[in-house]
């Protein structure tokens, strides 16, 4: 199903932006694991809005747990936590209800759901709902933190723009310009044991594709060299075996710490490519659904102009529970 | 499970490059379905070697149908396809048994199921395993086509050059030199209905990455302007909407015919970065895993010098796949 | 995953006993379906306490809608509902958490998940998280209904007692003597079309047993004749086929509906046997696993003397849901 | 999908009784198992025909492993292995092609597959599909043993005879009627370890009865005291826990070895209802298809008058294979 991710680590998301409130149920978390509700707030934090060169600041995003727990220690039983949504203006969107906004899912929502889609909000297409995911990828983090895998995700192009000094001057001027700019985010998992994954279907490549495309607004994922890596030859690409303090390592990481969907043992090395917020103050044109004309369209109100500054906990979020789900398959 | 793809057209790959056999087993397709089997014939031969460019041919890859079919058509029962392997010469790999092609599954796999995996050919990681995923995406392509929707992958870059007609001439001298050469794989699937797949995790990206990851040798997948699009601002990015003849379309395909997970109606156009093959012939540093001692190693024998070539229509059946499945959810 | 049901229609049921809340995450209902919360909520107070014969009633179950649904109709979006735990008084059942109750989850419960469980009120043991089943099943019930599909339980055996005149005076002798008993309840699923299901591990049968056993305390399920067909013969069991207004129909029933795991377009009947509530107040022989003591024990408190009877509605819905998945597959 | 079962121990049956070939396909063997071939023929031969109350023998059963083997031993590949048809007279039935036999799946394939089914023998509703079910169950019975585990299935009803000593001469007696007669087969498995399962829809009656209803003719299963305990009080049913030397165990076993979905450490004890098999020499009412008139039918050829007889390792396999993916998921 299209919310739902993991074998052994399954967790189902749930809600829209302007539903009553939306959550995550997992299944598959031993019990007996403690969960740093601190910890696990400031990794929220970082991607709710307010930051410099995002959204105005709206509301904390809380995660209530209402089961699963006792005591703050999972029990055995499905874990599911809540976030109220607060400050929802329902009717905000109405004069956008049937105009889809070029690169948004408003038109292929309306396609597959028909009227009855929660339009509001970008209903369940909104970015909100990596809120739940980093509920999820949260609590792995910690997880795998206690086995000494550490993910860390981070910035490292915004539109044309390779020099991190130069991120926010260029999101300001996109915002300025009432446009948005896309970005790369690469991630790094560090710590890994050799040996997880598998071939073919539900290896790490896959694995870590599948939970990264559930991320609104990533077009491209590639791991090691990646497309570099295609332009090149197999003596450049090959990273030798040595030995470091008898354990087998490679000198070079072009293969992004994964051979055969497997780990090597090496960090594993991805770049997703992030998508300019499709939602720009510039006028475009789009089509009126309801009486099939063409027509024009501006779009007003908060939004980010560089989405992918959101996205880089969200990114570590989808590292982490394909990576931990990809452990308790052991 | 690991060789296991799909939800509803579900099948799961078997077999070792150098066991009895390999082969497919098919849920999901629907009581009634005639098989074109020349035709699944010409599509096999596409990937099989011999061609120019990859290794000297060997034997033909002829499916042979054990289950499912009655007189040729599908009679709803799953359907079995074998290979049986010819050909084979078990010792060929025996001086690398405990010695890991750099690049290549022979560490990950060792550390995963030790001396118990099969080594010889690459075993279960070997793109001899592609064959049964083109005879399930041939039938798929076959299904499709049907329903006037046409998957078509090529070749668009090799190691540096993207002129096509240096393509042979890139590949000629990485096999001379004893070397390999990457490239870079372009599908397109147009003639799609909108309103397939769906929004998060079994999002169209999503399925499609999970089946092209399963490619031995794929290392990046983008969808649309992909990493481009990141470095693009939202007013260039954005696709607008218009009409023809009565129908909403978008200027350009910067999303790669997929919003929010769903397909937009515009033809699906992703790229994957395929790496160099790791069999090449110059020496290179591995480590002894018998005796955990550094060593040299050069490989001899068959090996594509560019497995991109033979890739191109596995690239285009596991589009097919993951397509098709989308489709028999709807 | 344990409290995940289904394939196209999927559910999970989450919360335990005591926690703040129970509540069901539904994947795969049609968006444009209105929910009759009425109804409903009609259906949830027949599983509710404080009817003749069960606990004192302690507090309404009213679902919570909190996802998935735009002014009372679904969205496409997975559906939440949350039923908020009132009355919880988590000290209740302190003597019992480590002397585990003969007959219940305790011992189980504490083996797989040690002390970490949530042993209060039976935590996920529960037959309180039956009320998400009945939400589930209570919404596909209505869906059956627009499609001309009845599902109807009964009491058919209360303990040795057969004749429903004597069900409730056999469950107050139980009640007053400290006591418990079983019953067998029967379900029948009528104006099915022939062609759900399918064979082998996927049909009916199998679909139906495995929601059944959802419920807390069956402990087994035939369908048709079941195990009186066993002691009889092919001509006596056989269902003779005929024409009824130009239908193919069967003069009996003993294949329960179903033939291959696929409906034949007759009832689906079913009976399941309940065994009688463990909790009882009569003194039993039990185990401390504190100190691995052989000790005593005496339940006192609520407890339903025959589950039987709240099973009742929890098996049209067990059924409900089984069957409107295999529909929605089609 | 209807053909597969399992978590993490996963398998898909595949084959028609006149097919080319049958077989199975398993993911998820641990790679180096040994598989001991001799035994597990032994274990075929069991369900084979020919034996006294049975079919004429015609064919044995012998498994070619044409995958997921190096030397007999698994590794890590999917296990693929076939069993191919010899002995196929397809056009034995062409006579019953359009006229449905009375209790089999004659009907309701027609009506889920159409002309397209696969009639002859028939087609994927045979119990011939029930040998490579004995491949992956007798598989897993060795694993099982590896473990202390034991599987033991035997005959208690033959038709209205309780008694052994009469089951032959009762199954004679249907036979030279031109009759058949139904069975129950009670199955142990002891030696489980405690904690395997879990609550809900994943809990082992879940798992095996999925497993179980995936053999023809099996119309019911129950637990321990099952539909017996349905009759009793909680004081009788509850199974008191003591200790026998320091471990916790029931002085009886009404529970069937199975709490809250989870094994309790006490042997697992079922019972399932197998009917009558429907092919019988005594003429019956049916209808034709073809021209939806009424008709009468009389079956000949060869069938087994009681299947409960060749059912009984097929039960063995059924439980070894839930079981086995239990204890893999642990």
């Given at each position: 199903m299209s919310n739902t991710f993991g074998n052994r680590f399954r967790f189902t998301i749930w809600g829209q932006s302007h539903a009553p409130a939306i959550g995550v149920t997992m299944e598959?978390?031993?019990?007996?694991?403690?969960?740093d509700f601190d910890r696990l707030q400031r990794f929220m934090d970082r991607r709710a809005p307010g930051a410099k060169g995002t959204t105005p600041r709206k509301e904390a995003d809380r995660p209530e747990f209402v089961a699963g727990l006792v005591d703050g220690i999972t029990c055995g039983a499905p874990?599911?936590?809540?976030?109220?949504?607060?400050?929802?203006?329902?009717?905000?969107?109405?004069?956008?209800?049937?105009?889809?906004?070029?690169?948004?899912?408003?038109?292929?929502?309306?396609v597959k759901y028909g009227d009855s889609r929660d339009h509001s909000g970008g209903g369940q297409f909104s970015g909100r709902l990596t809120a739940p995911l980093c509920i999820a990828g949260g609590i792995?983090?910690?997880?795998?933190?206690e086995k000494g895998i550490a993910v860390e995700a981070k910035l490292i192009q915004v539109g044309p723009e390779k020099d991190p000094e130069k991120f926010?001057?260029?999101?300001?001027?996109?915002?300025?310009?009432?446009?948005?700019?896309?970005?790369?985010?690469?991630?790094?998992?560090?710590?890994?044991?050799?040996?997880?994954?598998?071939?073919?279907?539900?290896?790490?490549?896959?694995?870590?594709?599948?939970?990264?495309?559930?991320?609104?607004?990533?077009k491209g994922i590639e791991f090691g060299s990646g497309f570099a890596g295609s332009a090149q030859y197999g003596s450049q690409n090959n990273d030798p075996f040595y030995l470091e303090d008898g354990k087998v390592v490679t000198r070079t990481n072009a293969h992004g710490g994964i051979l055969g969907g497997i780990t090597s043992g090496m960090p594993i090395v991805f770049r997703v490519a992030c998508k300019p917020t499709?939602?720009?103050?510039?006028r475009q044109d789009?089509?009126?659904?309801?009486?099939?004309?063409?027509?024009?369209?501006?779009?007003?109100?908060?939004?980010?102009?560089?989405?992918?500054?959101?996205?880089?906990?969200?990114?570590?979020?989808?590292?982490?529970?394909?990576?931990?789900?990809?452990?308790?398959?052991?």
């Open positions: 598959g978390l031993p019990a007996g694991t403690a969960i874990v599911t936590a809540i976030i109220y949504n607060q400050n929802v203006r329902r009717g905000d969107y109405d004069n956008l209800r049937h105009v889809p906004r070029p690169g948004h899912a408003d038109y292929t929502a309306w792995c983090l910690q997880l795998l933190e926010m001057a260029c999101i300001e001027a996109a915002a300025k310009a009432g446009d948005s700019v896309g970005g790369i985010i690469e991630c790094c998992v560090s710590g890994l044991p050799a040996g997880l994954g598998g071939p073919m279907f539900d290896g790490m490549e896959n694995r870590i594709s599948q939970a990264v495309f559930g991320i609104p607004g990533i499709p939602s720009i103050a510039i789009s089509v009126d659904l309801t009486n099939n004309q063409e027509t024009k369209l501006s779009i007003h109100g908060r939004h980010d102009p560089c989405i992918a500054l959101r996205a880089i906990p969200c990114v570590e979020a989808a590292a982490a529970v394909a990576v931990y789900d990809a452990i308790l398959e052991e």
